[in-house]
């Protein structure tokens, strides 16, 4: 599968973006789908994630303020991000995986199989 994400950009602090990560098939077949976030210098790290059934499961610092869904007709994700912060400013990505059943606050990176290209967003303070 491909998965091309988007909606990264430039927004003051505040603000309000959001990301799409549009699959090349069908992301039913994907018990579980992500978005992970990597600043300058740091290791990436896990936003939220989303099962089939729609379970959610959220890094604390984006709790509250930013919401993960997907819709399985239109082969997508999204994450709305809003009150972005300077702190949010970040290359995010999307990731999928046909295996991984329910969602979790420690989930590894390398568990996922499937990565799209990153999209960069900019929060100005």
Do not use: H
Not at 23 to 49: F, H, N, T
Not at 54 to 63: L, S
Not at 107 to 124: A, K
């Amino acid at each position: 599968v491909q998965l091309q994400a988007c909606g990264g950009g430039l927004v003051q602090a505040g603000g309000s973006l959001r990301l799409s990560c549009a699959a090349s098939e069908s992301i039913y077949m994907y018990s579980l789908m992500g978005w992970y976030r990597q600043a300058p210098g740091k290791q990436r790290e896990l936003v939220a994630d989303i099962t089939t059934d729609g379970d959610t499961n959220y890094a604390e610092p984006v709790k509250g303020r930013f919401t993960i869904s997907r819709d399985n007709g239109r082969n997508t994700v999204y994450l709305q991000m809003n009150s972005l912060k300077a702190e949010d400013s970040a290359v995010y990505y999307c990731a999928a995986d046909r295996t991984i059943m329910t969602v979790s606050p420690s989930r590894d990176e390398n568990e996922y199989d499937y990565w799209g290209q990153g999209t960069l967003v900019t929060v100005s303070s």
